[in-house]
């Protein structure tokens, strides 16, 4: 897929666990979880807006596009 989710790595820069983030986001941790794994078709902007302001990064922090080669 040529979308990637770069969320482990942010939480890592910011030394915050997936517990943490789902907590202060208000989702629960199996949905930071499938986000982090790419496993899922979308995000609501409003859930993406709450993870930025949390790690204190922007939506291209998170998500890369690399075309397939």
Known sequence: MPI???LDVILAKRKM???ELAEIVGITEQNISLL???KVK???FDTLERIC???ECQP???LEY????
């Open 42 to 44: 979308g995000v609501r």
């Open 60 to 62: 291209g922090d998170i």
């Open 36 to 38: 982090k794994s790419g």
């Open 17 to 19: 666990r997936s517990k």
């Open 53 to 55: 302001q949390a790690l």
């Open 66 to 69: 690399r075309p397939d080669v």
């Open 4 to 6: 990637v989710v770069n």
